[in-house]
């Protein structure tokens, strides 16, 4: 359903509507697992859904039910699911909209954890996955052929930052009855709502920005009821539940997600330009540059703003990149992005790193590729310590 308030006034708001007659302005931390019930016949209601309430939080918690809602707003869905992870997002929406002798037609670039559950896990439950370049859509529409049963890409592809034309590849895949699953995490609902342009599932690891302070992890998904409803059942088998703290946790980051979005791109686009002219930097991977493959794309779907991710290669190659690392004072070598903090991570290393040599060296991973990722801090401090490091590298 539209929404009728502004993104930023619904993050603002994010867990001052639970039930209470003293409405709180910040909800409290329901740490319980599990929940009294006044009787058998309200135990049928409850599970037959004629009365609202909490059983045991393997099912429903107040503060993960919260997280859901707002959730569901921000991305204008039915729906949403939180998960204990961005990972447990990803695996128990495929494994509710999945089954054996299936095939999924996945991005070629997809974050490497996504990679490999694709293709060491569910090809032993007898699921075949068919890698694609998304951003060619001929070759897309060639994998339609396989009549797989769906689509999974990334809004912004982890780590070279390349779109997805998710409109285009929406409206061919259902032609075939294809749905289509987008892992929006680098993107965040902020600059782009997948489902809006016509995607089946957009999820999120909310460990990264809608979180934002690297101090909870968790996952989230959101859809139309019936696809909820399935992942809500697998999620509650698999027990890759959210806690209540985490939830609690991940709505309070996301008062602020407005604000920390905007400051984060700002930085982003300033950092990109300073790398693009600099002689030690080879490559520059941002969807705001002009010269980027998907510039266009970005420009009319991303609304301006082309988010707080800056890939870059050094030109020195991997031992450039260790002395640049250890040149660092301010920004920190971590493994995940997305915090208000600004943060560097390299992919070879890390997030791609159940590849092999050759399977990096295809996606364009190489040993100088550095992974950026924007905070709130002042722009002007960032470039210092990107310029005192490249000095020293």
């Not at 859904?49 to 059983?55: K, L, M, N, V």
């Not at 920390?260 to 705001?288: M, T, W």
Request: proline letters at 4%.
């Amino acid at each position: 359903m539209p929404n009728a308030r502004d993104i930023a006034s619904i993050c603002a708001a994010a867990g001052a509507d639970m039930p209470s007659d003293t409405r709180p302005l910040s909800a409290p931390i329901y740490q319980s697992s599990v929940f009294e019930i006044d009787s058998l016949e309200t135990v049928d209601d409850l599970y037959e859904g004629r009365a609202e309430g909490f059983i045991y939080s393997r099912d429903s918690n107040p503060n993960v039910s919260i997280l859901e809602k707002v959730v569901a707003q921000l991305e204008n869905a039915d729906d949403s699911v939180a998960f204990a992870s961005g990972m447990a997002a990803i695996g128990i929406t495929l494994l509710s909209m999945v089954e054996s002798g299936n095939r999924i037609v996945a991005g070629s670039e997809l974050y490497g954890g996504t990679n490999l559950m694709l293709r060491q896990h569910l090809s032993k439950l007898g699921v075949e996955t068919q890698f694609v370049d998304t951003t060619d859509l001929d070759a897309v529409e060639q994998t339609l052929d396989s009549q797989p049963r769906l689509i999974l890409v990334e809004s912004i592809t982890n780590p070279l930052l390349r779109l997805t034309d998710i409109e285009s590849i929406s409206q061919m895949a259902h032609q075939r009855g294809v749905q289509v699953v987008v892992d929006n995490t680098l993107a965040s609902p902020l600059l782009l709502r997948p489902l809006e342009l016509g995607a089946d599932v957009t999820l999120h690891s909310a460990t990264k920005n809608l979180g934002g302070h690297s101090d909870v992890t968790g996952g989230v998904a959101a859809a139309r009821a019936d696809i909820t409803m399935a992942m809500r059942q697998s999620n509650r088998v698999w027990g890759s539940v959210l806690d209540p703290f985490a939830a609690w946790l991940i709505v309070r980051g996301i008062k602020t997600l407005p604000l920390r979005v905007e400051k984060a791109c700002e930085n982003a686009f300033a950092v990109a330009q300073f790398l693009s002219d600099h002689p030690k930097i080879s490559a520059v991977h941002y969807p705001g540059l002009p010269d980027h493959p998907q510039h266009k794309l970005a420009v009319d779907t991303l609304g301006g703003r082309f988010g707080w991710m800056v890939t870059f290669e050094l030109a020195g190659g991997g031992r450039s990149a260790s002395s640049f690392v250890k040149g660092l004072d301010m920004i920190k070598l971590a493994a995940s992005l997305g915090e208000a903090q600004t943060t560097i991570s390299h992919p070879a290393k890390t997030s791609h790193r159940s590849l092999t040599g050759d399977e990096q060296a295809v996606l364009g991973i190489r040993n100088g590729l550095i992974r950026l990722s924007c905070g709130i801090e002042s722009a002007s401090d960032i470039l210092a310590d990107l310029a005192s490091a490249l000095a020293k590298s």
